[in-house]
């Protein structure tokens, strides 16, 4: 009989099978996101994978560590980082982008389980910070073929609230849920990561806590204030446009970087609302989710000091000496 140290749970999952499901539960979105962006789209996808996936194993080869490109995690960053592209980026910027992800954001903290931001956002927020017109003012309208390598330039609708070009009577919820507009890959049709993310819910690789709490943060903010006075926005549209559902459900859930208890997970969804609100309303981006998160990623230590549980057995406060009066 062998006798080890507690814990003794034992469980089916392992990273490789989380990662794997993660994949899936992006597969949608990113067919979507090839359906309405062309080819270019599944290029700039597959060449982001790929880099990430190779810097991952030639850092790990350079230091002489153990290669696990094969538990899928590299390839995870890769799909999140393709996701926040714009369809028109040059083939070289996700390269540049998986180098920021991968041996910046991860590797040089230790890997996989030792980052404290998410990889795949660090990397977008280098490239917003270092080639920002390239990544914020090349988005296009979906292709009308889907082997189309050029398109036409479009706004997003983000872009047109904060110029003030958008128009109440215009808006098409149906047209924002299923994606058939300018944006990012992978973060145009939100019916897509919303089936996504509640197939990792259902799954229990994720909680509800911070994707609700992110999401209902935004509708109430972006409901309550705008710049021009109070309870005169669009709620509605800011929660289904932009990169909203991909950071609720797929970025901010990182183990990695997220708290891991309940109060701590609620507490996080409503900083990333409440950043994201103020940058979409009075910033001077139209999109924050993506600095919402990684501000927050910053605060999770002191979150999870003040949310964690009691240990069983402890006592808090002054012991008093035996047999003094209470």
């Not at 479009?154 to 047209?175: H, R």
């Not at 299923?178 to 259902?202: D, K, M, N, P």
């Not at 309870?231 to 289904?240: A, E, K």
Request: aromatic share 12%; glycine share 10%; hydrophobic share 50%.
């Amino acid at each position: 009989m062998l006798v080890s140290s507690t814990p003794h749970i034992r469980s089916s999952d392992s990273i490789k099978k989380i990662m794997r499901a993660v994949l899936l539960a992006l597969t949608p979105a990113a067919l979507m996101g090839v359906y309405y962006f062309g080819l270019r789209a599944l290029l700039l996808i597959m060449l982001t994978m790929a880099s990430c996936a190779l810097f991952e194993a030639l850092y790990q080869r350079l230091t002489g560590q153990t290669v696990t490109v094969s538990d899928c995690s590299a390839l995870v960053t890769g799909l999140l980082l393709a996701f926040n592209l714009p369809p028109s980026a040059p083939f070289w910027l996700p390269i540049v982008g998986a180098f920021v992800a991968i041996i910046i954001a991860k590797q040089l903290f230790g890997g996989l389980g030792q980052n404290f931001i998410n990889p795949a956002l660090a990397g977008r927020a280098f490239l917003m910070a270092a080639y920002t017109p390239l990544m914020s003012s090349s988005f296009t309208a979906p292709v009308k073929n889907i082997l189309d390598m050029d398109a036409v330039a479009s706004a997003t609708p983000l872009q047109m609230i904060k110029t003030g070009a958008f128009a109440p009577g215009t808006a098409d919820y149906i047209q924002a849920l299923i994606g058939s507009r300018a944006g990012c890959i992978g973060e145009t049709c939100a019916i897509a990561l919303i089936a996504g993310g509640l197939f990792l819910i259902y799954k229990k690789i994720i909680s509800w806590h911070i994707p609700v709490t992110f999401i209902g943060t935004v509708f109430i903010f972006t409901f309550i204030f705008q710049p021009g006075g109070f309870f005169g926005g669009y709620p509605l549209y800011h929660t289904v446009s932009g990169g909203l559902m991909l950071g609720a459900f797929f970025m901010a859930t990182d183990y990695s970087s997220s708290p891991v208890t309940p109060v701590g997970k609620i507490i996080m969804g409503i900083g990333c609302g409440l950043i994201t609100g103020l940058i979409r309303v009075y910033g001077g981006y139209p999109e924050g989710v993506s600095y919402s998160i990684l501000l927050m990623n910053l605060a999770v230590p002191l979150i999870e000091r003040y949310t964690r549980p009691k240990v069983y057995g402890v006592r808090t406060g002054k012991l008093k000496p035996r047999g003094s009066r209470r």
